[in-house]
């Protein structure tokens, strides 16, 4: 039979089918349609046993025919649903704890280096630089942007034909009858006209999806940084701790030797030097207690770049004394760009957001363009003759009328999902806000304690010096002694504190804003 045969399953008219606007989420200012009729069209055509053969230039040009009516539609796609917009969040004209802090130029902290320079150490630099090549969250991280490259790519795949090929051959007979054979090979397309932009907006979802994994891969550095930095002061603090104490140890240890000999000559009682004892052995158990915390902060650091603890050593050094750097803090409107975590949340949102618009373009029809060219034959000789030929080309359409309000649920999830992501990004932008504030706080704060305490630490040196000689002359007792020792180490440990507190509060917030980091480093999204 010449010409097409289809089969259509549709009772009336599509135009009968209402498309009745419904309002989106709160801020959205999108209608999304509600598909009311319970009916579904299907268009699809039915070929013969052996495919619809077509002869002469009238089945030549009624196939271009076919092929352009269903080009057409792709040339004039448009795409459905909400075009992304930020969402506005608030942000103060300034930060409330900057006033009395001395900002620095960018000059100053280095910014075309990295920003751990400005501290001027060539171990934490040598240690610094092993993260990128061998912490495994890192490469975890990297794993997963690349992954989600991968996703968009395969977005991307979607917009194009699919080709196949096949061939086969079998035998083919009826009851005692002898078979005959039947020889086939030929191809097949299959093409999704992205009419309402559904797989575009599939596209622009998983490219954003696959910045924010990228800002994450930038958080996760800067969040090794930032540790990695941490532990190493700490491990330095801990270096001069362990100074401190080894050398009040030795101390005590004389204090004890003068009190002994003042007992052996009657002028001293057996309580002082009891007392002298057990202050000497306390300060010794502090100092085998300090090298607790330095292995623990060297393990960590061996993880952070990458190694077994057993294959890292850091060397003490016989004093550490660092002032924490400036650090140009800027408006905070500016952090709204610097910091990966917001960058992440924001790409996030933009993903949710074109989501919707796929959501809605479920709604609208969908034309599937399908064709199919081969030869079938008896024998493999002649097979590729024109009197073999089969053909079949022509559209499906898929038509969703009724679905007891699946769409319609699955459109609303979305809306939620982006509402979600609008509330978390701009929680985080809260967040980001409140870190620089708390830091900002404590640098200043914790600068006026250490003048404070430096003084202090003076006066109660003086003051164990000066008992010292009182005792040894014989006009105080030695209580007198050990309080102002105690009192003396104590100011000078306090003082060893403020200052691990100080640097820590300049490297958090350092990485509160953002370390450096820029939206213009957001690696592409696919």
Known sequence: MSG??????????????????????????EGAPVIENPLTLTLSPVPGARGIERKGARGKRHMATVVL??????????????????PPAETPPAYKELDGWKQATPQDAGSNAAWWSVYKDPVLDGL???????????????????????????????LFPTLSANAGAQRVGQGGMSGTGVISVGGSLSWEIDLWGQIRRNIESASASAQASGAQLAGVR?????????????????????????????????????????????????????????????TRAQAIDV??????????????????????????????????????????????????????????????????????AAFFPTITLTGSYGYVGPALSGLLSV??????????????????????????????????????????VLTGFQQVEDQLVALRLLEQEAVVEDKAVQAAILAEQLTLNDYEAGTVDYTAVITAQTNSLNNQQTALAIMQNRILADVLLIQALGGGWNVTQMPPGG
């Not at 009516?69 to 930020?86: F, I, Q």
């Not at 649920?409 to 978390?424: I, W």
Request: with cysteine.
């Open 4 to 29: 097409r045969v289809w089969s259509w399953l549709l009772p009336r008219p599509a135009s009968f089918f209402p498309l009745a606007p419904r309002q989106g989420g709160e801020g959205r200012g």
């Open 387 to 428: 009197s073999n030929a089969v053909w079949a080309v022509g559209p499906q359409l898929a038509f969703t009328v009724f679905d007891a309000g699946n769409l319609s649920a699955q459109l609303e999830q979305a809306r939620q999902v982006y509402n979600q992501n609008v509330a978390l990004y701009r929680q985080t």
């Open 69 to 86: 009516a269903l080009l057409l539609p792709a040339l004039t796609a448009c795409e459905v649903g909400p075009d992304y917009k930020r």
């Open 222 to 282: 800067l969040s090794a940084q930032a540790a990695l930095a941490t532990n190493y002061f700490e491990l330095r603090i801990a270096d001069d701790l362990q100074s401190l104490l080894n050398a009040t140890v030795v101390a005590f240890a004389r204090s004890l030797q003068i009190t002994q000999n003042r007992y052996d000559a009657g002028t001293a009682a057996k309580t002082d030097v009891a007392s002298a004892e057990t202050q000497l052995e306390s």
């Open 291 to 360: 090298g607790v915390g330095r292995a623990q902060f060297e393990h960590a650091i061996a993880v952070l770049i990458g190694k077994p603890p057993s294959e890292l050593s850091i060397a003490p050094l016989p004093k550490f004394a660092i002032a924490p750097p400036s650090v140009p803090v800027g408006v905070p409107s500016e952090l709204l760009e610097r910091r990966p975590d917001i960058a992440s949340a924001e790409r996030l949102m933009a993903s949710a957001n074109a989501q919707v618009g796929v959501a809605v």
């Open 128 to 158: 610094m630089r092993q993260i990128d090549i061998s912490n495994q969250n890192l490469i975890a991280s990297e794993a997963a942007y690349r992954q989600a490259l991968a996703i968009t790519a395969q977005a991307w795949s979607n």
